[in-house]
Structure formats: structure tokens, C-alpha cells
């Protein structure tokens, strides 16, 4: 019997990006290895700092170049370069400034100008049915499934994550 | 872990809750914990600010440490009365009961906010009227429906199907997005060209779902009145077991106000927003998942994310309030991963996403 990454892997979940590979390095000293999966077979150890390709990504794995050697290591134990392709400005996600209810965005952004009534009807009237949306999913196979939420004393460690956890 | 200390003290004193007339010897127990909780907020109050403002103090490690030995106590207190089956009911019972009211409350709140979801949504209109002043929607009908078309199915699996919900995706250069209560969700093209897979999108969509599903926004709003509610529901509880326990959590309650009013620090408020950036992170992980994608989409464009970010944060520590995006990236890999490998993965529908958003990504390509 297949596992069930394999038939999703034939069901065409590993998906091989169209634009090319993305530059980054290894995190830390990690295996690469022949499958997905951590009993896979290793094909070769990677150093820390040491320049990979990623040509692609299944779950939680990424499809790794390296020199001549191609496998696979964990999405988090690799680090993308920084790209000038791709935005290089990020605003902070949280809000230490005062909170305007809007994550992402200061009040001084927020209170310029008065509230724009033609924008306001363009937003109501996106939007698509409950009914559309059902179809649109049945299109791409998505199928609804039942899980609870992840609550913090799953993945977090008695005490918190060790000393240096964050650290690189 | 920033709530972690009210949240001990109300499950503390609220322990025995709807179990009924509870063992004399879970009684003493109780009463023994509730005098060492009482002890440990006063002489520890400070270092609980410390470690909900994500300070690293002296105070901040002897609070830690001291919620550590309570702990492993209340751990043990439990091994010890799961030995009968009478507590194994009882706490089944309250089991299932929180989870019906966690269905009932996807918030978490005691008191359910007086804010109908009409109101919330007319709330929340207003606001991005006000938020729509400084930016415009994209003219791109195809690009709006199809992105509508990912949050709508998301929203469906989630604990607030009924809103309004409205997805936007606006002009920016910055990758951003973000949501206002009553179901406003808003995208930067600049994010969505962030993004490589339909999956991705769904996690970053599911991200902002996730706020207004638990209401973040509102949270602050409501909480102090929320507090009020559950120390008094606790105190009903503890008046039906001892005088010596009903004055001991009056003793507590003191306490819990006169920190209470310590809060609304600055510093102590981006803890908390920061901790509820995690809580969005893996509830989008899983709402992606719950509509058929897979779960790691989010985890992907985190790590792009960090990338981008890199050059702004730098190695400096993080500002206070904003996790950085590596701290996310880890966390919420940690998250999934605590999760049976099947149960995290998916569609991933690729074609389909760089199909529809082909103008996004080469406009900021």
C-alpha cells in the first residue's frame, strides 16, 4: 500500500516552480537526502552556509541542487538568498506603534485624506457567492476537510523553545 | 506564552469549575496551589509584566521558572487525581464543554462581544473607507474574482462563514496584507506576486481570515470587560467550595486588577499582538488545509518573506511587537510539524494561481 504522500505525490501535489530556481543556502549542516522523508537515503551532507538551487517544493521539502548532487532537505533548514527580483522592503506585521485595528498599517497612513466612498463601493462589490466558491474549488479538486486548530502547548516545549532556537 | 500568566491564575482559581462538589483532598490541593499562586503574583508581578512585555529580566527568569515548578506541581496533582475515575469524567465533561464553547466562541472570549456581526461588518466597512483613501484597488476584475474565489472558499471553513466577507487586492509595492473586522480583507499586489501557488496564497489569505475570526482587532476592546466576567464566574465557582478558598481568590483578584491596569503598556500590548501574529500564522496554516490545500503554503511564502525582510531587520534584535520573520518561519514549521505528516498536506493548484495573477507578477517581477 502507498503511503499517502506518494499517492499525493501522484495526484501531483510536488510542484516544480515555472519561473526557476530560487538561490539560497543551507542553515545549518543538514543531509541532502534521495526522498522526502527523514529515513530517506542521504546522498550528501550539506555545510552550513553552503549554496544550493531550489528547483522545487513538496510540503514541507524543498528540491535541492547543490554542486552535482541533487535531493531533498526541510524548507527550514534552508535560507533564500535575498533577491533583487523580489520586494526588499517589508513594513512590520505587528503594531508597536498605536494600534489602528488595521495590522500592517500606522495610523498616520491610515487618518490622510477622508474615507473614499467610490473605493468603498468598488470593495462591496467584489465578493463571490458561497456557491461560486464551492465550484471553483470542486475545479482544482479541493475537497473539504475536517481539522481542529493547532494550540500552543502542541508544538511549544515545556519552558519555551530552547536557548538560541532563533538564533543564526 | 504571553497570556500564560492571567490565563494560569483564572484556570488556577477557576479549577473545580462545573465538576461539582469536588474530594476534600482536591480541595486542599487547590487551596495549597491557590495560596503558592497567590504568593508567586505578589512577589512576582513585576516579572510577569517582564515576560508578557518580552523583556528578558531577572524577574522576567524567576517568574519563568516559578511558573515551571507550578507546572510540574499542577501536573502532578493532576497524575495523581486521574487515578479516579470520577476526576476522568468530570474532566472529560469540561473537554468537551470547552470545545462546544470554543465552537460557540472561535474568540476564545468569555463574554461574546455586544458587536452583532452586522454591526462588526458595518464597524469594519467604515474603516476600510477610511483605509481606502490612501490606496485604490487594482482594475483588475479577473485578478479580484479569482482572489475572491480562494478567500470565500477558505472563509467557508472557518468559524465565521456568514460575513461579508470582501477580498481586495490593492496597488503597493510593499508586500502587505491585512484585515479589518466584519470580513475586509485586504492584499497588495506586491504580496500576491509574493506567492507561487495557489496554496500560498490561501495561507496568507488565511492568515488575515484568521484575525477576524478571532476577533484580534476587537480583542483589546473587550478584554478588561471580558476579565471582569470570568473572575466573577470563577468566584461563583470558589464560593461553593471553602471560605478560606473564596478568600483567597478575592486576595488574587486584587492583584489580577491592579496588574490589569499595569497592561495597557505600550511594550506589554505588542507582546501580546505578537503572540497573536503566531495564533494567525497556524490557524491560516490549517484553515488552507481544511479547504483542501496544503498546509505548508504559508510556511513558503514565510520564508520568501524572511528573505525579503532580511535587509531590514538585519541581525539586530526584533522591535519590540514585531515578530521578525524568521522567529514566524520557525515557529510555525514547529507548529506543523507537531502534526501527523498526512494530515498537513494537499493541493497545491500552481497552474491555476500563476494562470490568474500573471499580470501581478510580471508588473512586479
Known amino acids: 500500500m502507498p503511503s499517502p504522500r506518494a499517492l499525493l505525490i501522484l495526484l501531483g501535489s510536488c510542484w516544480l516552480p515555472a519561473y526557476g530556481a530560487d538561490a539560497g543556502y543551507a542553515a545549518k549542516a543538514v543531509d541532502l537526502l534521495e526522498r522526502p522523508g527523514s529515513r530517506a537515503k542521504v546522498v550528501t551532507t550539506l555545510a552550513k552556509k553552503q549554496p544550493v538551487e531550489i528547483i522545487g517544493r513538496d510540503g514541507s521539502w524543498a528540491k535541492t541542487k547543490s554542486g552535482n548532487a541533487t535531493g531533498w532537505v526541510r524548507l527550514a533548514d534552508l535560507r533564500l538568498k535575498i533577491t533583487t527580483s523580489k520586494p526588499t522592503a517589508l513594513p512590520p506585521s505587528g503594531s508597536s506603534r498605536k494600534d489602528t485595528g488595521i495590522r500592517g498599517f500606522s495610523e498616520e497612513e491610515l487618518l490622510v485624506g477622508a474615507p473614499n466612498q467610490v473605493e468603498g463601493e468598488r470593495l462591496k462589490q467584489l465578493g463571490v457567492t458561497t456557491r461560486d466558491a464551492a465550484g471553483f474549488a470542486r475545479a482544482a479538486n479541493l475537497r473539504p476537510r475536517q481539522q481542529d486548530y493547532i494550540e500552543m502547548r502542541e508544538y511549544m516545549p515545556e519552558g519555551g523553545f530552547p536557548q538560541g532556537f532563533f538564533d543564526e | ?365
Open chain 2, 1 to 365: 506564552m504571553n497570556k500564560a500568566g492571567l490565563g494560569f491564575v483564572l484556570i488556577c482559581a477557576g479549577c473545580g469549575g462545573h465538576s461539582g462538589p469536588s474530594p476534600r483532598d482536591m480541595q486542599a490541593m487547590q487551596e495549597a496551589q491557590m495560596q503558592q499562586a497567590l504568593q508567586m503574583m505578589r512577589g512576582q508581578m513585576e516579572g510577569a509584566q517582564d515576560v508578557m512585555a518580552g523583556r528578558d529580566t531577572e524577574a522576567a527568569r524567576a517568574y519563568k521558572k516559578q511558573s515551571e515548578a507550578m507546572a510540574l506541581q499542577g501536573r502532578q496533582m493532576d497524575e495523581q487525581l486521574r487515578k479516579d475515575p470520577k476526576y476522568v469524567r468530570a474532566q472529560e465533561e469540561r473537554d468537551r464543554e470547552h470545545r462546544e464553547f470554543l465552537r460557540k466562541n472561535p474568540s476564545g472570549m468569555e463574554t461574546e462581544f455586544k458587536l452583532s456581526d452586522a454591526e462588526e461588518a458595518e464597524l469594519g466597512f467604515g474603516m476600510a473607507q477610511q483605509f481606502l483613501s490612501s490606496k485604490h484597488l487594482v482594475a483588475n476584475a479577473g485578478l479580484q474574482r479569482y482572489v475572491n474565489s480562494v478567500g470565500v472558499w477558505l472563509t467557508q471553513q472557518s468559524e465565521r462563514p456568514n460575513l461579508p466577507w470582501r477580498f481586495a487586492v490593492i496597488e503597493g509595492e510593499t508586500p502587505n496584507a491585512f484585515a479589518v473586522p466584519g470580513g475586509y480583507v485586504f492584499i497588495t499586489q506586491a504580496m500576491v506576486a509574493l506567492a507561487e501557488t495557489e496554496s500560498e496564497l490561501a495561507g496568507i489569505l488565511g492568515h488575515e481570515i484568521s484575525h477576524v475570526v478571532r476577533k484580534h482587532h476587537l480583542r483589546w476592546i473587550y478584554m478588561n470587560k471580558d476579565l471582569e466576567v470570568s473572575v466573577r464566574r470563577a468566584e461563583e465557582e470558589i464560593g461553593k467550595t471553602s471560605a478560606t478558598s473564596r478568600q483567597l481568590f478575592q486576595e488574587m483578584g486584587k492583584v489580577v486588577q491592579n496588574s490589569i491596569e499595569q497592561m495597557n503598556s505600550p511594550e506589554i500590548r505588542a507582546g501580546l499582538s505578537k503572540s497573536e501574529e503566531f495564533e494567525a500564522d497556524t490557524d491560516g496554516a490549517i484553515l488552507a488545509w481544511r479547504a483542501g490545500y496544503e498546509a505548508w503554503g504559508l510556511v513558503a511564502v514565510m520564508q520568501r518573506f524572511e528573505a525579503a525582510s532580511r535587509d531590514r531587520y538585519g541581525s539586530e534584535p526584533a522591535l519590540a511587537g514585531h515578530p521578525e520573520p524568521l522567529q514566524r518561519f520557525k515557529i510555525l514549521d514547529a507548529a506543523l510539524r507537531s502534526r501527523n505528516e498526512r494530515d498537513t498536506l494537499g493541493e497545491v493548484a500552481a497552474e491555476r494561481f500563476q494562470a490568474a495573477t500573471q499580470g501581478v507578477r510580471s508588473h512586479s517581477g
